[in-house]
């Protein structure tokens, strides 16, 4: 579908389409298991735990789909599916970007922090671990692809769009991210999950938490030049997540990498433009609504 060419939109109440009303939606899913594990003490590496994480990772996913099919019609639905699936509105550059972006600057934030006297970065548990057993790249490859593809479904595949309608490309992104990031919150206080491993109110912690919304700029960046991909996001927060299980780097290269993917947002709108992140002055968005 040409990137111009967008989905009609059916008749609801304009809190139906309210991306409030996504995000009430799609936290109540979520903290209502994540919660529930912190009542009941449940850790997300027992069987139980893991059901449960799993459970509120579909949140996103879940509000994303039912809010697609309330508030557009038959074509709006088909238009998001083929966001999903169509590889073509992936272009050879962008896939590279796809690939190799948070690893250059994985590697320069290393880099960085060897020339201040650090250790850099080793391999992650993941590498370290796969001679002695395969199957220990199982969890990283859990990480690099179910989270992300349930995330992105209805983060920057349903309610971007509906935040481009009434901010720029970079205020969406920036409401996104705090969204986004504030959502992992009740896993620093379930044990067992990558977060809980970091703390509540470290450093790491930190990092983290900051370092989410400067990430959602980036992939705002990809999504709308890539003709609304949500195939490219899921992708590219793949490989954001499948790098970190990779490479282990120390805390210091950690702060490195935040303040680059910081600068490099930076770099993205003073190049591309606040206002749609593609360096024109519209960004694909869905039309008016239909009216009868």
Same mark, same amino acid.
């Given at each position: 579908?040409?990137?111009?060419? %967008? ?25 209502? /298991? ?20 799993? +459970? ?11 809010? @697609?099919? $309330? ?37 320069? +934030? ?31 490859? /859990? ?30 992104? $920036? ?8 959502? %992992? ?10 977060? %809980? ?39 590219? %927060? ?16 950690? +702060? ?6 910081? +600068? ?26 239909? @009216?009868?």
């Amino acid at each position: 579908m040409n990137e111009t060419s %967008h989905p009609r939109i059916r008749k609801p109440t304009v809190s139906v389409a309210s991306p409030l009303l996504f995000f009430a939606v799609t936290f109540a899913i979520t903290w209502s /298991f994540w919660l529930g594990a912190i009542v009941f003490g449940l850790r997300f590496d027992s069987a139980a735990g893991f059901v449960v994480l799993l +459970a509120g990772l579909f949140g996103p996913g879940i509000a994303g789909i039912g809010f @697609t099919y $309330l508030v557009y019609d038959e074509r709006g639905r088909r238009d998001y599916w083929d966001r999903v699936r169509d590889v073509r509105r992936i272009g050879g550059p962008w896939a590279l970007v796809i690939l190799f972006l948070t690893l250059v600057l994985t590697v320069i +934030a290393a880099g960085l922090d060897i020339l201040l006297g650090g250790a850099g970065a080793t391999w992650g548990d993941a590498v370290a671990g796969v001679a002695s057993s395969p199957l220990s790249i199982l969890p990283a490859m /859990f990480f690099a692809t179910l989270p992300p593809l349930l995330e992105e479904l209805g983060w920057r595949g349903y309610v971007l769009d509906r935040l481009q309608l009434t901010w720029s490309a970079l205020g969406a992104s $920036l409401l996104l991210g705090i969204v986004w990031s504030v959502w %992992h919150l009740p896993l620093f206080f379930v044990e067992g999950s990558y977060q %809980h491993g970091l703390g509540v109110g470290t450093a790491a912690f930190w990092l983290f938490t900051i370092g989410i919304v400067p990430l959602s700029v980036a992939f705002t960046w990809l999504y709308n030049n890539t003709s609304r991909s949500i195939l490219a996001v899921i992708l590219f %927060h793949g490989m954001v997540n499948f790098t970190s299980e990779l490479v282990a780097v120390t805390q210091r290269a950690d +702060a490195f990498t935040i303040l680059l993917w910081i +600068a490099l947002a930076v770099a993205l709108t003073a190049v591309w433009g606040p206002k749609t992140l593609r360096g024109v002055d519209a960004v694909p968005r869905p039309p008016p609504r239909r @009216t009868r």
